[in-house]
C-alpha cells in the first residue's frame, strides 16, 4: 500500500500526527481485496496542505513538477474521474459522483464510516445547490467560485453555517473528520474549477469558517485532538515568517548535476546520497541549491483567551497557531481574532539525537481561516463611521450567537420597566442620585445627530456637568460611565491642557514632517469624554471646548496645518462648587463659576448638594449597616451586569435611530411655549427667559435618547414628557434664581438672572441720584466707603461694595463720575 | 488492607502501577480514567492520613532537595504563582498487550512503540513558589522537624544495609529496600529496577552529594507542580497549596536543555525552567492551606472565652509596650492586624482596615517602626514591608507582568497570598519626580490599599485580581500616597527596650489572632436599629461624615466584637468602637 502516495499524512511536517491519521492513507480503502495499484484515491499530493501546507501551492511553475513528480512517484492515477488535477482531463459528466460510485467501490476513511464517495458527492452537491439569500435563489458558492477564478484567488471560504443548514450530516463529518473531509473538499473545487475553466491551474482551498459552536481556549481537551476547532483569543505573539521548505534541489558538485525536486517528507530531505546521472554517480557529492528550491511561508503565533473568558483566580491561556502561506501576517499582535483551525498535537522528543520520546504532546491548531473579532465591547459603528476599510477578513459579524444576544437584547428592551432597572443598574453602588443617573443614562444611549443637506448638522450628543460638593461621588459616577462608555477618555482638568485635550501639531523627529496627534477629545470621537475637576482647569483649555460642545469639531491652524478634526464626542464633567462648597447664600452662577457661554452648551446641569435630609441619612445608614453584616450577595438588587449593559448601549446607539412622531412634535412645541409663557408674568416689567431654543435641541435629544432606551423607533409622547422632567429636574437643580425661585435660563445664558438685572439697574439709578444730589460738577472728591454708607442708610437694602463698585464702573464709562482708587470725582 | 506489597513514602510509583494494573486486570477500560482517578490517591490517602504517615513525608525546599531522592514522596508548601496551561501527555499505552500507564512521571518508564494505541489525557501545570514573605518561625518549625524525622528513617534504613556512603548523599535507600522485599508482583521489580538504572544513572554523572545538582537559593526556590484530574476552579492564583507528590528529577531531560534549538511550538514557559532549577512535582494529593495552618502546635484547639481573653490582654499589653505605652494605637493595631476582607460588593471590599500611624520621624521610625515590624514578624506567618522612596516607586516592579517571551508571569512585589501583612515606610520619601514607572506604582498602592485589588500587566490588557492584604503605613504626617482606612498620630511617652517574648506566649498570639480573625460574625436586628441610629444621628451632628466614615466604624466594632472572640455585635462593643474613633479623632484634631 506503500504506493498510494496518499499525501494527507506523507509531508507532513516535524509534526507526527496522531495516531489516528497515520494509517488512513494506507487503510483508506475499504476492500483489502482490492490491489493496491489500482487505488484511486482522489487526493493527490495537493490536498495535504494541513499537515504541510502543499508542496501544490500554486506558484507559476508548479504544474510541471508536480506532473512530474506524480510520473516519478508511480501512483497509479488512473481510474478516478476525480483526480482531475490534469487540466485536459476527461470532462466528467454532470454526474460525475454517480458514475464515480458506480465504479469504485466504496472507499472509507479509516477508522470510520465515512465514505470517500459519500463525501465527494454531498460536497459537490452542497457547492452547487446551496443558495442564499430570502428567495434562495442566488447560488452563493457556485458565484463565488466564479468570482474566485476570475480573480485568481487561491481560496474559497466556506461559511460552516451554510453547510450545517444545507447538510447537517456533512458538517458533522466535517468538524470530526477535519483532514480527510477538507482535502476531499480541496479535489472537490479543483475539479470544479476547471471544469468552469480548463486552463485554470491554481490550487484552491477551501477555507472553513464560522462554525456552529466555538470552544472555549480552556476547555480543548483530548478529544478535540484532530477535530475541527473555532477559538477565540487575542494575538499576543507572532513568529517572524518562517521559510519552510517544500521542495528540496540537490545539485551533484562532482558534474553539475541537478537532482529531481525532493519534496520534503515529514519535515525531512532526504539528501541523495549518489549523485542521480548514470554516468557520475559520485557518491557524497550532492549539495543544496538554495534559490532553487521552494519554499512556503509558515508563522507561529500565541493565541491567548481574552480577558472575559478568564474565570475567578485563573491565568489567561494560550494556544499556539500554525499559519501558512496566505494566512501568514493576516493578524497582528493585540488583534481579537477567531480562528479556525484543526486541533493537532504532537509528541516532543527529548532531544533532536534521541529516539526517547517523552510522554507529552503539545498541541497547536492548524489554522484554516481568521478572522477579526470586534471587542467585547462591541464598539458601535454608526453607518457614517464603517466607511474606513475595513480588513480583508473582516466579515460582515455573522457571528452565530450574535443573533441570540440580540434577541436576549430585544427581550430585555421589551419589560415594561426596563428604563427602571437601567437606572438601578448604572453605578448601583453609588447611593440615591436617580435623576442624575437617567440622566446619564440618556447620555449613553445619545440623541439623533442630523446633518441638513444644506450643510448644517445638529449634534446627538448630550453634555452634562455634575456640580457638587466634595465627597458625594462625582467622581465616581464620572469613572463609571467611562467604563461604561463605548468610547470613553478619562481626563482630570487639573492635568490636562488645551492642546492635550484637542490635538496638537509636532514634528516627527525623523522625517521632520509635521504630524497631528489627537487630544482626548478627539480620541473619545463618538463616545464621551470625561473630565473631572472641571474647575480647576485652565482658561485656556476650557475655551478650546467651545467648539467642541457645539460645532463637534476641533479646528487646528498651526504650523502649516489647517485642519478640522471630528470630536463627536459627549462631554461628562464634573466641578466642584467655586468655594469648594456649596454657599447656599450666593446664586447658583457664582456657586458654579464657569463661563456662561460654555455653561448654556450643558444640555442638562446637575447640582449634586449634601444636603441635612434624614431621610437620606437613614437610608444610608441602613445601606452601610446591611453591607457590613449580611450576606453581601443577598442585598444585590436585580440589575444588569456591566457587560450587558454595555452590549445594550451599543446595540441600541448601533441599530436604533428614533423619529419624532407627530405626536411627539406637538407635545415638544406646547411644552416649549409653555415655558416660555412661565417667565411672563402679568403686569411684571420683569422678562425672565426660562427656556431658549437651545433648551429645545436639547429636549429633543433627549426624548430621542429615551425612545432609544426602548429600542423603539418612534419617539413617543411619553419620552417627550419625561426629557421635560429631566430637563426640569436639572434647571430646578442649576437654573433658579436663588431671589425668586423660578427657572431663569438668563442665569445660564449670561450668568445674570433677571432679578439681579433689576437690582442692578436699581442700584445704579440710585447712585447715581445720589451723587447728583451730594456732589458738585468738578468738586472734591469723595470716598466709595462713604457713598456706601449714605446708600445704605437710604434704605435701599443691604449694598454690597463690590455692586456699588460694579455701579460706579458703568457710571464711570458714561463720563458721569471719575473714579480713582478709593475714591471719585464727579466729572 | 494487608501490608502493600510497596512503600508509599520512598517508591509512591509503585504504587500507582500496583493500583493501575490492578484496576486493569479488574476488566475496566483505560480510557475510562481519563481525568479520574483508579484508587492510587484512596490507598496513598489511607497510608497518609489514616495511618499517619504524613509525618514521615519530608518537605521539599531549598535545603532538603540536597538530601530528598527522587522518586519519592514529598510535601510542598507553596503558593501557586503562576498557570502554565495544561499539558497533554500518553496517559496509558499499550505495551505489547500489557497497558502501562504515564500518569505522574515524565517519561515513560517503558518504551513506547510509536504505533501503539494510547490515550491522550491531561495534567494542569503549576509553577508555584514559597509563600512570599513566609516568617521563618513558621519555616523553621516545620523543617527542624522534618530533618530529625528523615535522619531517624534513614539511620534505620542504614542499618538494614551496609553501605559507607555519605549518609547525606543521595541514598539508594528505598530502591534498595525494593529489593529486600519479599517478591511482590513483577511490575514492582521492574519499576524497581529501572528506578535503580536511574539513580545510578544519575550517580554516574556525578559522585554522591553532586548527583543532583540544584541550582537553588532560599531566594528563587520554586517548584513545577504538575496536578491531575482537579476541576478548574479548585486552584487559583495566589492560593497557598500543600500539595503532596512525586518529586521526580531527570537528568536525561536536562540534556534537552543544553542543545535544544529553540522552537516556538513548545511552550517557552518550561525552558525557562530547567529542571535542575526547579524541581518537578507530580501531585497526588492537595489541600488548600489557610493562614492557620502554618501555626504550629496549637496550644489550644477550641476556643474557649477566658483565654480568648486572657490572649487579647498579654497581646494588647505586648503591642502597647512595643509602641511605647501608646495604648490608643495598641487597639488600632490589634484590630489592624485581625482585619481580612470579608465580602465584596461591586468594587468595595468589606472588612479591610488599613492603618496610617503618623508621627514618625527618621528617628523614631529606627525606634518604634522597627520594634513594630519585628513584632509583627513574629505575630503573622506572611509579612513584608518596603520602604516608599521615590527610587523605589521609580524602579520596583510591583504589580506582576506577563512575559510573552517566556510566556511567564514574572512576578511582582504585589503578588502576595491572602492574608498577607505589608508594611511600608513612608518616612524615607523625599520630593523628586516619579517616572511613568512610579506613577503607575503609586496608582497600584492606592488600588490595592482602596480596593484590595491589584492590576496585573498582561501587556495588552490588565486584569485585577482581588487580594487580602493588611496594609500598615507608617508616615510622619498623614500619607496622601496611600490614602488608609484609620489615621492614627502616634503618641509613645516611655522607649522600652524590646523584651524577650516568652515563646509559649507568642505561639498562644499567633493561634489567636489566626483563629479569631476567621470567625463568622452577625448582628441581631435590635443592634443593627441601634447602629442605624446612632449612624444617622452622627451624621445630622457632623455632615462631613460620609460612606466611608461609616464604613470605618462599622468595621471597627465588628472586628472589636471578634477580638474578644465574639460572633455577634453586643451594644458594649460597639460602644467600645465608638469611644475609640472618638479618641482617634481627638487625637486627630491636636
Known amino acids: ?827 | 488492607m494487608v501490608g502493600l506489597p510497596f512503600d508509599c513514602l520512598s517508591n509512591p510509583l509503585g504504587a500507582v502501577r500496583v493500583t493501575f494494573e490492578r484496576a486493569i486486570a479488574s476488566g475496566s477500560d483505560p480510557a475510562s480514567f481519563d481525568g479520574r482517578d483508579w484508587g492510587v490517591v484512596d490507598v496513598l490517602r489511607e497510608c497518609l492520613f489514616d495511618q499517619g504517615a504524613l509525618t514521615q513525608v519530608p518537605i521539599l525546599d531549598h535545603q532538603s532537595i540536597r538530601w530528598i531522592q527522587p522518586n519519592s514522596l514529598v510535601r510542598f508548601r507553596g503558593m501557586v504563582q503562576d498557570m502554565l496551561g495544561n499539558e497533554f501527555y500518553v496517559g496509558a499505552f499499550k505495551d505489547g498487550s500489557t497497558w502501562r500507564t504515564n500518569k505522574f512521571a515524565d517519561v515513560a518508564s517503558f518504551p513506547m512503540g510509536s504505533s501503539s494505541e494510547n490515550r491522550i489525557w491531561e495534567r494542569r501545570l503549576l509553577h508555584c513558589v514559597p509563600v512570599p514573605g513566609q516568617s521563618s518561625w513558621t519555616m523553621q518549625s516545620s523543617s527542624e522537624s522534618v530533618i530529625s524525622r528523615s535522619k531517624k528513617w534513614m539511620s534505620q534504613h542504614r542499618e538494614k544495609r551496609v553501605r559507607e556512603d555519605d549518609a547525606e548523599s543521595c541514598s539508594m535507600a528505598p530502591s534498595n529496600e525494593m529489593q529486600d522485599s519479599p517478591p511482590g508482583c513483577k511490575k514492582m521489580r521492574e519499576g524497581h529496577c529501572h528506578s535503580l538504572l536511574l539513580h545510578e544513572a544519575v550517580a554516574e554523572v556525578s559522585s554522591s552529594k553532586s548527583s543532583i545538582e540544584f541550582d537553588t537559593d532560599s531566594n528563587c526556590f520554586s517548584c513545577l507542580v504538575k496536578v491531575y484530574d482537579t476541576m478548574e476552579s479548585d486552584v487559583k492564583l495566589n492560593d497557598v497549596f500543600e500539595f503532596i507528590g512525586v518529586f521526580t528529577y531527570n537528568p536525561e531531560l536536562m540534556i534537552q536543555m543544553d542543545d535544544e534549538v529553540p522552537q516556538d511550538l513548545y511552550e517557552e514557559s518550561l525552558v525557562h525552567l530547567p529542571p535542575n532549577k526547579v524541581p518537578r512535582l507530580h501531585c497526588f494529593i492537595q489541600q488548600k492551606l489557610a493562614v492557620h495552618d502554618f501555626i504550629l502546635n496549637s496550644p489550644v484547639t477550641e476556643p474557649i472565652p477566658h483565654v480568648i481573653r486572657g490572649a487579647r490582654e498579654g497581646l494588647l499589653d505586648h503591642l502597647r509596650s512595643v509602641l511605647g505605652n501608646d495604648c490608643v494605637a495598641a487597639q488600632c493595631v490589634l484590630l489592624h492586624l485581625l482585619s481580612r476582607v470579608h465580602g465584596r460588593v461591586d468594587s468595595v471590599a468589606l472588612g479591610k482596615l488599613s492603618l496610617n500611624l503618623t508621627g514618625f520621624n527618621r528617628e523614631s521610625i529606627s525606634v518604634f517602626g522597627n520594634q513594630l515590624r519585628s513584632a509583627i514578624q513574629s505575630l503573622l506567618p506572611f509579612t513584608q514591608s518596603f520602604p516608599l522612596t521615590v527610587e523605589y516607586l521609580n524602579s520596583a516592579s510591583l504589580a506582576p507582568r506577563k512575559d510573552y517571551k517566556t510566556n511567564r508571569l514574572v512576578t511582582g512585589a504585589l503578588q502576595m497570598a491572602e492574608g498577607t501583612h505589608l508594611t511600608i515606610d513612608e518616612t524615607q520619601l523625599d520630593s523628586g519626580i516619579l517616572n511613568s514607572t512610579g506613577i503607575s506604582n503609586a496608582r497600584l498602592l492606592k488600588n490595592l490599599l482602596e480596593c484590595q485589588k491589584v492590576e496585573y500587566d498582561f501587556e495588552y490588557y490588565k486584569m485585577e485580581m482581588p487580594a487580602d492584604v493588611q496594609l500598615l503605613i507608617l508616615s510622619d504626617g498623614k500619607s496622601n500616597i496611600l490614602p488608609a482606612d484609620l489615621v492614627l498620630p502616634i503618641q509613645p511617652s516611655v522607649v522600652r527596650p524590646s523584651t524577650n517574648i516568652a515563646p509559649e506566649a507568642l505561639q498562644t498570639w499567633r493561634w489567636y489572632l489566626s483563629s479569631v480573625r476567621t470567625l463568622s460574625h452577625d448582628i441581631d436586628p435590635e443592634m443593627q436599629k441601634v447602629l442605624e441610629d446612632d449612624l444617622v444621628a452622627a451624621r445630622q451632628e457632623d455632615r462631613s461624615l460620609g460612606s466611608q466614615d461609616f464604613s470605618r466604624l462599622l468595621t471597627m466594632a465588628r472586628l472589636i466584637s471578634t477580638s474578644f472572640g465574639e460572633t455577634r455585635l453586643t451594644f458594649d462593643h460597639w460602644q467600645m468602637a465608638k469611644e475609640l474613633e472618638r479618641l482617634r479623632k481627638e487625637r486627630l484634631k491636636q
Open chain 1, 1 to 827: 500500500m506503500a504506493s498510494d502516495s496518499s499525501p494527507i499524512h506523507s509531508y507532513s511536517s516535524p509534526i507526527d500526527t496522531t495516531n489516528s491519521s497515520p494509517g488512513t492513507a494506507s487503510r483508506r480503502r475499504g476492500r483489502p481485496s482490492r490491489s493496491s495499484t489500482a487505488t484511486p484515491p482522489p487526493q493527490t499530493p495537493n490536498t495535504s496542505r494541513f499537515a504541510a501546507t502543499p508542496d501544490e501551492t500554486p506558484i507559476p511553475s508548479s504544474t510541471p513538477s508536480r506532473r512530474r513528480r506524480r510520473g516519478s512517484s508511480g501512483t497509479p492515477m488512473a481510474a478516478t474521474p476525480t483526480s482531475t488535477d490534469d487540466a485536459d482531463a476527461a470532462p466528467s459528466s454532470e454526474g460525475g459522483e454517480g458514475e464515480e460510485a458506480e465504479e469504485a467501490a466504496p472507499m472509507f476513511v479509516w477508522g470510520t464510516n465515512i465514505s470517500v464517495q459519500d463525501v465527494n458527492a454531498a460536497i459537490l452537491r452542497f457547492l452547487k445547490n446551496f443558495r442564499e439569500g430570502s428567495a434562495k435563489t442566488e447560488w452563493k458558492y457556485m458565484r463565488a467560485i466564479h468570482q474566485v477564478l476570475e480573480l485568481e484567488g487561491e481560496s474559497l471560504d466556506v461559511d460552516a453555517n451554510d453547510v450545517f443548514e444545507y447538510d447537517p450530516d456533512l458538517y458533522t463529518k466535517m468538524v470530526r473528520y477535519p483532514l480527510e473531509v477538507l482535502a476531499i473538499f480541496d479535489i472537490v473545487l479543483m475539479d470544479m474549477a476547471s471544469r468552469i475553466n480548463p486552463l485554470f491551474e491554481k490550487h484552491i482551498q477551501a477555507r472553513i469558517f464560522n462554525l456552529m459552536s466555538s470552544t472555549s481556549m480552556r476547555n480543548l481537551n483530548p478529544s478535540d485532538i484532530e477535530k475541527m476547532v473555532s477559538v477565540k483569543g487575542m494575538i499576543i505573539r507572532s513568529s517572524s515568517i518562517i521559510p519552510e521548505i517544500r521542495e528540496a534541489v540537490f545539485r551533484c558538485l562532482v558534474c553539475g548535476y541537478y537532482s529531481d525536486p525532493v519534496v520534503v517528507d515529514r519535515g525531512r530531505v532526504s539528501e541523495p546520497a549518489r549523485c542521480g546521472k548514470q554516468e557520475c554517480n559520485s557518491s557524497n557529492s550532492m549539495t543544496l541549491v538554495h534559490n532553487r528550491c521552494r519554499f512556503a511561508d509558515k508563522q507561529i503565533v500565541k493565541l491567548q483567551e481574552t480577558p472575559d473568558d478568564i474565570p475567578d483566580g485563573g491565568t489567561p491561556h494560550t494556544v499556539s497557531l500554525l499559519m501558512h502561506d496566505k494566512l501568514v501576517d493576516t493578524g497582528k499582535p493585540g488583534d481579537r481574532v477567531e480562528v479556525t483551525g484543526i486541533y493537532r498535537a504532537m509528541t516532543v522528543r527529548v532531544g533532536p539525537t534521541q529516539r526517547t520520546v517523552k510522554s507529552l504532546f503539545k498541541t497547536y491548531i492548524d489554522c484554516l481561516h481568521l478572522k477579526k473579532t470586534d471587542k467585547s465591547r462591541l464598539q458601535f459603528d454608526d453607518p457614517v463611521a464603517t466607511d474606513t476599510g475595513s480588513g480583508n477578513n473582516r466579515e460582515e459579524d455573522p457571528i452565530s450567537d450574535y443573533q441570540d444576544r440580540v434577541e436576549k437584547l430585544k427581550e430585555l428592551a421589551a419589560q415594561p420597566d426596563i428604563y427602571d432597572k437601567l437606572t438601578r443598574s448604572l453605578a448601583p453602588n453609588i447611593w440615591e442620585l436617580d435623576d442624575v443617573k437617567r440622566g446619564l443614562l440618556c447620555q449613553l444611549f445619545g440623541g439623533n445627530a442630523l446633518k441638513l443637506p444644506s450643510g448644517a448638522s445638529f449634534r446627538g450628543d448630550i453634555n452634562i456637568l455634575l456640580v457638587g460638593d466634595p465627597g458625594t461621588s462625582k467622581s465616581q459616577l464620572l469613572h463609571y460611565i467611562h467604563k461604561l462608555a463605548p468610547r470613553g477618555i478619562y481626563a482630570s482638568g487639573k492635568g490636562s491642557s488645551a492642546v492635550g485635550l484637542t490635538a496638537y501639531v509636532t514634528k516627527d523627529p525623523e522625517t521632520g514632517e509635521t504630524v497631528l496627534e489627537s487630544g482626548a477629545l478627539v480620541l473619545s470621537d463618538r463616545g464621551i469624554c470625561c473630565i473631572d475637576e472641571f474647575d480647576k482647569m485652565s482658561e485656556s483649555a476650557r475655551s478650546m471646548l467651545h467648539e467642541v460642545m457645539e460645532q463637534q469639531t476641533v479646528s487646528i491652524a498651526k504650523a502649516g496645518i489647517i485642519a478640522s478634526l471630528n470630536a463627536r464626542t459627549s462631554v461628562l464633567a464634573c466641578a466642584n462648587p467655586s468655594g469648594s462648597r456649596y454657599n447656599p447664600r450666593l446664586s447658583v452662577i457664582d456657586n458654579i463659576h464657569l463661563p456662561p457661554t460654555l455653561l448654556s452648551r450643558f444640555d442638562l446641569i446637575y447640582l449634586i448638594l449634601d444636603k441635612a435630609d434624614e431621610q437620606t441619612d437613614r437610608r444610608l445608614a441602613k445601606h452601610i449597616v446591611a453591607l457590613h453584616f449580611e450576606n453581601p450577595e443577598s442585598i444585590l438588587q436585580d440589575v444588569l451586569d456591566i457587560p450587558t449593559l454595555t452590549a445594550y448601549i451599543s446595540y441600541a446607539r448601533k441599530n436604533i435611530h428614533p423619529r419624532l412622531s407627530d405626536e411627539a412634535a406637538e407635545e415638544l412645541t406646547q411644552g416649549y411655549v409653555e415655558m416660555r409663557r412661565r417667565g411672563n408674568f402679568p403686569g411684571s416689567s420683569k422678562k425672565v427667559i426660562t427656556a431658549t431654543p437651545r433648551q429645545i435641541e436639547s429636549l429633543i435629544r433627549l426624548s430621542e435618547a429615551l425612545a432609544r432606551i426602548r429600542f423603539s423607533e418612534l419617539v413617543e409622547k411619553k419620552d417627550v414628557e419625561e426629557a421635560f422632567r429631566l430637563l426640569e429636574v436639572a434647571m430646578q437643580q442649576s437654573a433658579t434664581d436663588h431671589s425668586t425661585g423660578i427657572i431663569d435660563m438668563d442665569l445660564i445664558t449670561t450668568g445674570i438672572s433677571a432679578s439681579e438685572r433689576m437690582r442692578r439697574e436699581n442700584l445704579l439709578s440710585a447712585t447715581r441720584n445720589l451723587i447728583m444730589e451730594k456732589m458738585q460738577l468738578g468738586g472734591p472728591s469723595t470716598r466709595i466707603l462713604e457713598l456706601l454708607e449714605e446708600l445704605n442708610r437710604q434704605g435701599n437694602g443691604e449694598i454690597l461694595l463690590t455692586d456699588l463698585r460694579n455701579a460706579l464702573a458703568t457710571l464711570s464709562t458714561e463720563g458721569f463720575v471719575a473714579v480713582h482708587g478709593d475714591s471719585l470725582r464727579r466729572i
